[in-house]
């Protein structure tokens, strides 16, 4: 099972790689494999060294020594294995990623939940994804398991660097947010180090641009002739993070109906919004990683775009992050839509004709 987990990994990230840049030279690169996928970092114009390297690989290992939830060593998997009031100790870079969930948790409304971990488990996207026989839960199981959805129960002192657990049920997972964190932190490194140009690619959802002209992001529903549903001009803007989320990442069908990863943490269920993927520029890494999960729940309605939930939480977005730009894709009803807060032809290009924009 561990070599076809594997082997679905690399097809996956092959398929994301769309979600990377149009014409770029080649130059150097360097792969790794943590957080249970596959990292790719390139540069132009200067080779990745020894020193570069080392110290890449060990930011890697520290996090998903933190944060790996199938790791009996790790933090998360101690602390979901702990009784009530157990206290556990963070490092300086645990403190930020925890921060970074809970503030993502109170940013959106609790749309975005760490404490999902049961519900995520229950629909059988962990820790084995993809089963052969998936089988759609039931409601009793489904409420059962909801029940123990609720970080607010999570308790951090970033003073004393400690998390404590107030809630025996309480299981956690930041695997949501940890690649973004990454990919930040990866950046830093390499821009110390003088890399100017280049990027890097955790998981294909989540990247840093050290610089790069375009960025192609990946159609939800691709074809042959359209991969990228739209490309964005990203030339100049040096250290951009970008993060999506989307319906298509993991996923099973059953009985004709698709069900998604991303759950809502307020029924428990599969999102059903008819956002197929959205994908954040501008904002720190492990923000977007979480704020583009929460937006994919959040409900739009064609006939009250103005004032459907959607829009008002871009608008929201935007308002934390004044330079940043959202690409929410729907489909829903015979309407298929982009909306975002940026202008066609001087942002980005769109390619798939079918869709149309919509402006917050």
Partial sequence: MK????????IILIILLSFTFACAPKGSAIDFSYFNTNIHIETYG???????????????????????IDNQNSLTYKFNSASIGEKFSLTDNGVKVVKAALDGYVFSDGCYDPSIYPLVKLWQFSPNYPVINFSVPSESDILSQLERVNFSS????????????????TLIDFGGIV????????????????Y?????NIGGSSLTLLNAPSLGIRHPRPTENIPNIITVNTKNKIGLSV????????????????????????DGKPSQTGIQSVTILGANGAFSDAITTATCLKEYSPENHSSSPLTLFIKKIINAYPNASVFAVYD?????????????????????????????
Avoid: C, W
């Avoid at 070599?3 to 690399?10: G, K, M």
């Avoid at 298929?336 to 869709?355: A, G, P, V, W």
């Fill in 3 to 10: 070599n076809f987990n594997r082997f679905i990994t690399a």
């Fill in 46 to 68: 200067k080779v990745i060294s020894n020193q570069a390297e080392t110290k890449l690989r060990n930011i890697f290992s520290a996090l998903e020594s933190e944060f790996d």
């Fill in 154 to 169: 999570v308790l951090l002192d970033q003073t004393a660097r400690t998390l404590t657990k107030t809630n025996a049920n």
């Fill in 179 to 194: 690649k973004g964190y990454a990919t930040d932190m990866a950046y830093e490194i390499l821009s110390s180090l003088g």
């Fill in 196 to 200: 100017t140009d280049g990027y890097i």
């Fill in 243 to 266: 993060s999506t989320s989307g319906d298509y990442q993991k996923y099973y069908v059953k009985d004709g109906i698709s069900y998604s990863h991303i759950i809502n943490p307020f």
């Fill in 332 to 360: 829903k009803g015979n309407q298929k839509r982009i909306i975002t807060n940026e202008k066609e032809s001087e942002s980005f290009t769109l390619h798939d004709q079918t869709y149309s924009i919509y402006n917050v």
